[in-house]
């Protein structure tokens, strides 16, 4: 859809804007909700929490969107979503830097494989030749290393706010800062000029934002961050596939032995005995 919005003309910050300001209501109807339980929940939080949760929704939501979209602007949907999904290999790196995680043999052998898959589909012809790619491909691997870094936030975070009070209130501090953003780098009376766009922004906030975001805590909640990043990985299959179908995209076999390397990769990378 972040595709497909690109087509009617307008450029990423504008796209992210109006997904945010179409999901903002969601987000602010959950800690209207959920009030009470929020005001019993502060008692427990220290100024540290706080500003880590403001963190977390500036660099770890509004930055990953940013450079999701604008790498989006330079590579394919299927480029993107395979770049982005190396992030459980950063939550590793990260946690073993941060967090002080030993990495064992395995790890670093799921490691090389998932960048092995990443370089054997920069070898295609096709990839290399399109405009930018490595431009467009920075830009999705600085997404992916910044949402790396909301999740084991998430993490932290959650036991503490709870997943539904977390996800709403890190989305709507992110919202805050997209809309600074735009203010301060278009022109606010243009935001609302294109009702293709504006439909487009207003599935993908609900669909594609609103719905994912809490089922993502919650899954994390549920099974762990290891096991979520398992079920996840049919993420870049079908959008190599929606792709191929919707924006005419290329399905080549070197695109899928990499994908397919990645993935295993990812998967070792992701698996507990």
């Known amino acids: 859809m972040v595709k497909l919005s ?5 450029d990423s910050i504008t796209v992210l804007t109006l997904r945010m300001l179409f999901s903002l209501p969601f987000y602010l109807a959950v800690i209207i909700i ?15 929490d706080w500003g880590t949760l403001v963190f977390m929704g500036v660099v770890g939501y509004y930055l990953a969107s940013i450079f999701d979209f604008e790498g989006l602007t330079y590579v394919t949907a299927g480029l993107e979503r395979l770049i982005l999904f ?3 290999t950063l939550v590793v790196l990260l946690s073993a830097l941060f967090l002080k995680k030993i990495i064992s043999k395995t790890a670093y052998i799921a490691l090389g494989l998932t960048y092995l898959g990443v370089f054997i589909v920069f070898i295609d012809d096709a990839v290399v030749s399109q405009p930018n790619v490595w431009l467009g491909s920075l ?29 709403a209130l890190s989305m709507i501090i992110s919202t805050i800062a997209v809309f600074i953003h735009y203010a301060v780098v278009a022109d606010v ?29 919650e899954g994390i909640r549920i099974i762990g961050s290891s096991r979520a990043s398992i079920v ?10 929606l792709a191929y179908f919707f924006l005419g995209e290329s399905l080549g076999g070197i695109q899928l032995i990499g994908t397919l390397v990645v993935l295993t990769g990812v998967l070792i990378v992701s698996l507990k005995k």
């Open 6 to 10: 690109f087509l009617e003309g307008v």
């Open 232 to 241: 996840a990985s049919v993420g870049p299959v079908s959008t190599i596939v």
């Open 86 to 88: 190396v992030y459980p």
């Open 189 to 217: 009376g243009l935001l609302f000029s294109n009702s293709q766009v504006l439909l487009l922004c207003l599935l993908m906030a609900v669909f594609s934002t609103v719905i994912p975001s809490f089922l993502i805590s």
């Open 34 to 48: 959920n009030a009470k339980e929020l005001k019993k929940t502060k008692e427990t939080l220290s100024t540290k």
């Open 139 to 167: 830009f999705i691997f600085g997404s992916a290393l910044t949402y790396a870094i909301y999740l084991i936030g998430t993490g932290q975070l959650t036991p503490k706010f709870g997943s539904i009070n977390y996800t």
